[in-house]
């Protein structure tokens, strides 16, 4: 008969408990300066776009 170590609720999870046991912290530094320097550019593109716009609407023709 095999045993099995089950702690308090576990047994009663859905899924099952993953542990991760070395996560290589370049992989999430590239990831999160990947995300800011994505964000970053939003913001550049929507306030050019703003610019152009309230130009477009308050410039005399």
Do not use: C, W
Not at 1 to 20: C, K, W
Not at 31 to 60: E, K, N, Q, S
């Amino acid at each position: 008969m095999s045993q099995h170590n089950i702690v308090g609720s576990e047994a009663f999870d859905r899924r099952p408990t993953v542990y991760l046991r070395s996560v290589k912290s370049g992989g999430v530094r590239r990831l999160r300066a990947r995300t800011a320097m994505a964000f970053g550019l939003g913001v550049f593109v929507t306030a050019v776009g703003g610019v152009m716009l309230a130009a477009a609407l308050f410039m005399p023709v």
